[in-house]
């Protein structure tokens, strides 16, 4: 995972047409994405409770547990885990496990915009039911549940499920990890 705002293993050259051999790769969420959020109501949460503590007042000290509860929600945009990764074996996502590339029908890119700020999300079509899709399921984390994912899942037309990941708080180009995202689905 690079640290920074774009992912060195991932720089292209701009003239070659294509890539021969897919590089596998780990992607987490961009540096300073949810430092403000975190750190800031963590700060307001102590000084919430402290000052309930201190007066001896109970309001200020349930004032904080929505201030805290807002904490644990966006822990994962500190969190060092990767949210997405791919490699021979198939697409990683964080909190469900490794989907194997024979289960993905159709993977797409789609933007949606508001006013000024564009929204991207990688579509992964399935051709199975979900339970059948994975190399690796990833064990359910009862401390996790609760916590922001960077996906969704919803039902396709044709009944099948799709993935719908986040990217816009990724360390990532959406095309290029289309395009690298492609080369493994293609190549299995």
């Not at 774009?6 to 994405?33: H, I, N, R, V």
């Not at 001896?56 to 904490?71: D, K």
């Not at 006013?115 to 064990?139: A, D, G, S, Y």
């Not at 401390?143 to 990724?170: F, G, I």
Request: proline share 6%; with cysteine; glycine share 8%.
């Amino acid at each position: 995972m690079e640290s920074g705002g774009g992912m060195s293993q991932f720089d292209l050259d701009p003239w070659q047409e294509e890539q021969s051999l897919a590089e596998p790769f780990t992607l987490g969420y961009k540096k300073g994405t949810g430092e403000p959020v975190v750190y800031g109501s963590l700060l307001l949460g102590a000084a919430l409770l402290g000052t309930g503590i201190v007066s001896g007042s109970l309001i200020p000290a349930l004032a904080s547990l929505p201030v805290f509860l807002s904490v644990y929600w966006h822990y994962p945009f500190i969190d060092k885990r990767p949210q997405m990764a791919a490699n021979d074996t198939g697409l990683y996502l964080e909190r469900l496990g490794v989907v194997r590339w024979s289960a993905i029908s159709e993977l797409s890119i789609y933007t949606t915009a508001v006013r000024t700020m564009e929204f991207n999300q990688l579509r992964i079509q399935f051709n199975r039911p979900l339970e059948e899709c994975f190399v690796q399921k990833e064990p359910q984390s009862l401390t996790r549940l609760a916590m922001r994912k960077n996906w969704r899942l919803k039902q396709a037309k044709s009944n099948t499920p799709v993935l719908e990941v986040d990217l816009h708080l990724l360390a990532c180009d959406p095309e290029i990890l289309l395009q690298r995202t492609r080369q493994f689905w293609r190549g299995a």
